[in-house]
């Protein structure tokens, strides 16, 4: 999946910023970037006036869900045979290529959740099972988030989920996180403690960031928990959920489906990060880990240095 990330870099320059306190500082309505109700022309669903009715309604659920501050579940989605369709199509895929590409953390977390092609999962139980596995939990919202937002949720290890399922058309593809994406590419590391502390650390530094540190940030959540690559013994393994949650791009890390293999290279927290690449297709580099300890060091080192 990619995201529509020009908007939001245009965005960090208008931001004026209050350093939230608790979640209940950070709105899940407020600034969602990304596409309007009426999607636009390269959405696979643009054209599809009952898809953007039902994207949308979804979407209206996660904004009226004002969370916590009542305790209330979130809202309960019942899914169209048409929608369980493609999860269970996304899902039969990733796991026949999970056991030789997804690393050994994820393919252990994922088994927790006893996903099975005919039920799409709803986002309170597994916010039941993060909770009490890490204590994060998930919160719905209607599309993509500001990643000042989505960032510093991550602190009080909150992770907004998008609710809706992607188009028909393109069961493999998606131009914004739909709810596939969340659970198979997110949702099971956030159930290992090492990962979601880790995650968490990002969440701690963007809480004072600048303008220009968050920036820095986000491009550190791009390239790890995103799009991370480990070291395991028996090669490159994927721990980025957007290579977990898609098939080509999986294929691509390894065998550079496209004809162009990727590059791999040591992240360095402290050294300048490639602009993030999200419109042409399959990334060209990722950034290979030693194991999450070694990444948890790095962020540690430079969440100090904020
Ligand atoms: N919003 N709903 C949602 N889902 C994401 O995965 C997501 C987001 N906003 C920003 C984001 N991801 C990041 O990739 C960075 O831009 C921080
Ligand atoms: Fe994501």
């Known amino acids: 999946y990619r995201f529509i990330v020009t908007t939001q870099l245009a965005d960090f320059n208008k931001q004026v910023h209050k350093i939230p306190q608790s979640i209940h500082d950070i709105s899940n309505g407020d600034h969602i970037l990304g596409f309007g109700v009426e999607l636009a022309e390269h959405h696979p669903g643009f054209h599809d006036e009952e898809y953007k009715k039902r994207r949308s309604y979804i979407g209206n659920l996660a904004k009226l869900h004002k969370i916590l501050f009542s305790g209330e579940p979130i809202p309960h989605v019942e899914y169209s045979d048409e929608e369980i369709k493609i999860w269970g199509e996304i899902l039969g895929k ?97 159930a290992d403690p090492e990962f979601a502390n880790l995650v968490q650390l990002i969440g701690l530094a963007s809480l004072r960031a600048s303008k220009q540190e968050m920036l820095h940030l986000t491009k550190l959540y791009w390239y790890t928990v995103e799009f991370g690559t480990v070291k395991e013994r028996d090669g490159v393994k994927a721990f980025g959920a957007g290579l977990l949650s898609s098939f080509g791009e999986l ?56």
């Open 251 to 306: 294929q691509h890390m390894l065998s550079g489906e496209d004809g162009s293999m990727p590059i791999f290279e040591d992240l360095d927290p402290f050294k300048k990060l490639p602009k993030m690449d999200h419109k042409c297709g399959f990334q060209k580099r990722y950034f290979l880990c030693e194991n999450f300890s070694d990444v948890a060091s790095k962020l540690t080192a430079y969440a100090k240095s904020l």
């Open 94 to 190: 990733l796991t026949y290529l999970h056991p030789t590409h997804a690393c050994k953390r994820y393919l252990d977390t994922f088994q927790l959740f006893n996903f099975v092609p005919d039920r799409l999962p709803c986002l309170q139980e597994l916010s039941e099972v993060l909770m009490m596995r890490t204590g994060w939990q998930i919160r719905p919202v209607a599309g993509l988030l500001h990643p000042t937002d989505f960032l510093n949720a991550m602190a009080f290890r909150t992770f907004h989920c998008t609710q809706y399922v992607r188009h028909g058309s393109q069961p493999m593809y998606t131009p914004e996180p739909d709810i596939c994406h969340e659970i198979l590419g997110h949702i099971p590391l956030l």
